[in-house]
C-alpha cells in the first residue's frame, strides 16, 4: 500500500489479504449497514481526550495503543478506513495513524456508499482472528498543532493556515454548529471548503485538485490545516497530500478552540 487512497476495486481485489484490517469510522455508525469484516473506530468516544473541554482532541499515545490492540491491529496491519457519507471522518483516522507512524494506511474513496452501490454488499474482508495485539504508536507531536503555537503564527506568518469551513462560516456571514460561538476565522488564514475537493463523496481527480490550491496563491512555507473541530481539516490535508510534498500539519482545536479561547461568543 503506497498511496493514502485506495478505490473499491482495489479493496475487493485485496480483501483477503492476511494484514489487511477494515476500519468503520462512521460517525453514525450501523453494525447493519457497514462493510461485513470492518470493525469500528469510534472517533468521538474511544480515539479522542473525553476530558478535554474541545472536541475530537487526540487521544494519548498510551490511549490510542490500547484500544488499537483491542481491534486486533498490528504493526503490520495494512489498514483501510472508510465511512457511511463517502469521504468525511475516514481522513481523520487515516492522519491519526500517520501521526501514530503507522504508515500502510489508507481511506477507501467513496467509502460504504461506493462499495454498496457497485454491489459489494455480500463480499467479506478478511478480519483478524486476534483481538488482543501488541501494537506500539509512536506519536509524532510535532505535527500537531496547537493554540500558542498560532498565536504565534499570527505575528510571525511563519506557515500559511487554511480552513476547511464553509465560506459563510469562514466569512462571519454563517452560524457555526455550536450555537453559542461567532463564525469567522484567524488572522491571515485562507479559505477552502472542504466539499471543494470532493464530488459525489470521492476525491476530485488530481488536475482539479492542483487547480484548487494553485489558486489558492500558496507559497513554499509550510502549511497547517484547520476547521472546525479538527475533522475536515483532514479531508483537504489528503487532498493536498495527493498533489504535494509540501511540510503540513494540522490545527487540533481548529476553530473551536480558537473561538473559546477568544471568547468569540454570539450575543444571548
Known sequence: MTT????????KEHREDKNLILLDASQEYDENNTIKGAVHFDIKNTFSNTKSPYPNTFPSEKQFEEECRKLGITRDSQIVVFDSKGIFTSTRVWWMFTVMDHKTVAVLDGGLP???????ESLEIHKPKDTSTSFKA???????YHYDQIVDNC??????????RSQGRFN??????RAHLQSGHIKNA????????????????????EKLFK???IDKRPIIFSCGSGITACIILLAFTLVSDQESYVYDGSWTEWAERN???TQV
Open 138 to 144: 509512536h506519536k509524532n507531536e510535532a505535527v500537531i
Open 114 to 120: 461506493a462499495w454498496n452501490g457497485a454491489g459489494f
Open 4 to 11: 493514502p487512497l485506495v478505490t473499491i476495486h482495489w479493496l
Open 155 to 164: 505575528n510571525t506568518q511563519e506557515y500559511q493556515l487554511i480552513d476547511a
Open 263 to 265: 471568547k468569540l461568543y
Open 215 to 217: 489558486d489558492l496563491h
Open 190 to 209: 485562507l479559505n477552502l471548503p472542504y466539499t471543494q475537493v470532493l464530488s459525489n463523496g470521492y476525491y476530485k481527480p488530481k488536475e482539479e485538485l
Open 172 to 177: 462571519g456571514t454563517a452560524p457555526e454548529p
